[in-house]
């Protein structure tokens, strides 16, 4: 039974426009939420993140929300460029701050068109 | 020079072969991590490691052994690999006692058993 679920497998946003990629997990223990993003031939690498004691958390062009009674958090990019087409992976970590690994999703192609 | 390597980035074995790959980190984590990626699915936990001496089974570790030679060194080892073992392997590494809870990944190599 998959605890973080990435229902999109792919998404396609014009260059410019916001990109919002969204995440489901089941787990209640989860308290800390990451987002990956994977190049091909490259391993994932950290892009945000946000503690389940805060609601939103912004970097430069992402912002991660959290709804916890919803069990959801999503990424936007705004605005996208051509350099953010890869695969996005949402994260999660049960209470030891992840020292048992990470739950992964299964991904999200983004595709950023010109 | 990349922070965290593996070795070697691409393999190609026979069923029943043993097989080791190696990662190595310069971060000074104490935390390491094997995981697999097969195509469509996210990364899954295979072993983790808290130090030398405290190594842990992840979610899919049948199959598999491993070995925490130094702080810096987590090898995976296939001691009769079978043709589902084909994936892209991952290492990590990741620090919590700073505070951080991200991990950070190795470029991954890319095992295919006959």
């Known amino acids: 039974d998959q605890q973080v679920k990435q229902n999109s497998p792919s998404l396609s946003v014009q260059e410019g426009r916001i990109s919002i990629l969204n995440c489901d997990y089941t787990n209640s223990m989860f308290d800390y939420f990451l987002w990956y993003k994977k190049y091909p031939a490259e391993g994932p690498t950290f892009l945000i993140s946000i503690s389940s004691i805060k609601d939103k958390n912004e970097d430069g062009r992402f912002t991660v929300f959290l709804n916890k009674s919803a069990k959801h958090l999503s990424l936007h990019i705004v605005p996208s460029q051509p350099g953010d087409s890869a695969v996005y992976f949402c994260?999660?970590?049960?209470?030891?701050?992840?020292?048992?690994?990470?739950?992964f999703g299964k991904g999200t192609h983004l595709i950023i068109q010109p | 020079d990349a922070d965290v390597t593996q070795t070697p980035r691409n393999r190609i074995t026979k069923t029943g072969k043993r097989i080791m790959l190696e990662c190595s980190q310069t971060k000074g984590h104490d935390r390491m991590y094997w995981y697999r990626q097969d195509p469509g699915l996210g990364l899954r936990l295979i072993y983790y490691s808290f130090d030398v001496k405290d190594i842990n089974k992840g979610e899919i570790s049948d199959g598999y052994s491993v070995s925490r030679q130094a702080q810096a060194k987590f090898s995976l080892s296939l001691e009769s690999a079978i043709p589902n073992q084909t994936a892209l392997y991952f290492c990590a590494t990741s620090d919590p006692a700073s505070g951080a809870y991200e991990q950070y990944f190795g470029p991954g190599t890319r095992l295919t058993v006959t």
């Open positions: 994260a999660a970590s049960a209470e030891r701050g992840g020292a048992d690994g990470l739950t």
